[in-house]
């Protein structure tokens, strides 16, 4: 069977002795969480949920505009392709991260640098994960509550900041940031932008309804509850990040709403039926423009660029603009959602910008790969310091920062032999932020599905320590948040 991408999550039940006494055997399920398949010791005919295999297209010509929509009263989207990459690394321009197959076509994508190595093979498996369950030298993360706080989001009550100004206890001009579990974020920027990132709002993060890593927090909100989407972001097509369901319910609710993935995986959404997909590789951008008719009272834009712009008449009935850079940028990864698709769309990291504001995206990465150590050894040591890094993070920062707010993972890590190379642990993360410029930081990617095998609750925990092992605050400069929590900035 061919090695599937992503990391491997085992968990082993044994069930009780019923009244008569009886007792089934050990049973072994082996779930690729945040990726293509769940896999079990027992047979198991494999039917996923949506398609298997994506192919890559082609890259197409940068030029604009390639997706409009314009079936809601109220506002119109569109988004067109910027033509070219500017402000890229020197090696960049080769576009070593495509693997290019026969007929000089991309086959699919790697990780180019000394910080990846793909350790999520067989014996991996056996030595870091199994074996050590089995002996009982790895212990399952106990899930049960109370473990992460889960509250009722509150939405910003208008999209522009003067019509709330008065009746609001949030800031004009400042980004609102809500977490909906795991890496899912629903911002609010002070031009009146909203944008989704990697929403997944199903209770398994699987190709299966009836197995694989299951919420142990439940969500805060329906699709339904959220008042304005105009831009989704997608990292990549694991299943903890990329949803069927989800983007077809965001698609229903919110019919103008545009998407935003990686090379290769447009031709998924248009399978799907979406058709306000754009497509980028790493360093492109293009530019999305939302047109809103203003329900009434001032049109006035603010001094903030395109932040409210009025674009057409004054006053009651008037059109005001609204514009974004969306930033498609690297990371360090992997992409599946069956054995067929390895690798064959591309995993990203992404920034936004609009009113003079900005978000930078992380997804899921990696950061550097660590081998097996001690337990208890610390990887970040005298000894493990010149363990290569992943640049692309700082050239991020140089090239496309600084940013307002950066979302960066800080779970699923461990055991680190595991899944180092494509998971960042707390330590990571705080490398990440320095490196990728952000001011403030918001940690994603934990308090939702066991994926791997730290506690639930320790990521916060070893994210202070990290913190303060860099000299910086504690709290304050790099946070977390209670489940459906918004914080400003």
């Not at 019509?163 to 899912?184: E, I, N, Q």
Request: aromatic fraction near 10%.
């Amino acid at each position: 069977m061919p090695r599937p991408a992503g990391q491997w999550t085992f968990r082993l039940w044994r069930t009780r002795a019923t009244a008569q006494s009886t007792r089934r055997p050990l049973a072994l399920t082996a779930a690729v969480s945040g990726s293509a398949i769940v896999a079990a010791a027992t047979a198991t005919t494999m039917t996923s949920k949506d398609e298997a295999a994506v192919t890559p297209a082609a890259a197409a010509p940068l030029l604009g505009p390639v997706s409009t929509a314009s079936s809601s009263p109220g506002y119109v989207t569109s988004v067109a392709k910027i033509a070219g990459r500017a402000s890229i690394p020197d090696e960049a321009s080769s576009n070593p991260h495509h693997v290019v197959g026969s007929g000089g076509r991309v086959s699919h994508f790697k990780n180019p640098y000394p910080s990846w190595s793909n350790p999520v093979g067989f014996v991996s498996m056996v030595r870091n994960i199994l074996w050590p369950l089995i002996t009982g030298d790895l212990k399952q993360p106990d899930t049960t509550p109370p473990t992460v706080p889960v509250v009722t989001p509150q939405w910003l009550p208008e999209r522009f900041p003067e019509s709330y100004a008065s009746s609001s206890s949030s800031s004009p001009g400042k980004l609102r940031a809500t977490w909906l579990g795991h890496a899912c974020y629903y911002v609010e920027f002070p031009s009146g932008l909203r944008v989704l990132f990697d929403p997944v709002f199903e209770d398994r993060c699987s190709p299966f309804t009836f197995l694989g890593p299951k919420r142990y927090t439940p969500r805060p909100c329906a699709i339904a509850d959220i008042p304005t989407i105009d831009a989704v972001v997608i990292s990549h097509s694991h299943y903890d990040h990329l949803s069927h369901t989800s983007v077809l319910e965001i698609q229903k609710s919110h019919p103008d709403v545009q998407f935003f993935v990686g090379l290769g995986l447009e031709k998924w959404f248009r399978k799907s039926g979406l058709k306000n997909v754009t497509e980028l590789d790493w360093w492109e951008d293009a530019e999305l423009t939302v047109q809103v008719t203003d329900k009434g009272g001032s049109s006035n834009g603010d001094s903030n660029g395109d932040a409210g712009r009025p674009a057409k008449g004054s006053g009651s009935g008037s059109t005001r603009s609204i514009s974004a850079r969306v930033s498609c940028l690297p990371c360090q990864h992997t992409s599946a959602r069956s054995l067929l698709d390895k690798d064959t769309t591309l995993w990203c990291s992404w920034g936004v910008k609009s009113g003079g504001r900005s978000v930078w995206f992380g997804g899921d990465t990696g950061y550097r790969a660590v081998p097996r150590l001690p337990h208890g050894v610390d990887d970040y040591g005298p000894e493990y310091e010149a363990l290569p890094r992943c640049p692309q993070f700082k050239q991020i920062g140089e090239l496309r920062g600084p940013f307002d707010l950066g979302l960066i993972p800080i779970g699923a890590y461990y055991p680190r032999a595991a899944f180092s190379a494509m998971h960042a642990n707390p330590f990571d993360s705080v490398e990440i932020f320095r490196d990728t410029r952000c001011e403030r930081a918001m940690g994603i990617h934990w308090g939702t599905w066991a994926l791997t095998m730290e506690e639930v609750l320790e990521p916060p925990r070893v994210l202070r320590e990290a913190l303060k092992r860099r000299g910086l605050p504690e709290t304050g400069v790099f946070d977390v948040c209670d489940i459906g929590e918004s914080r400003e900035f």
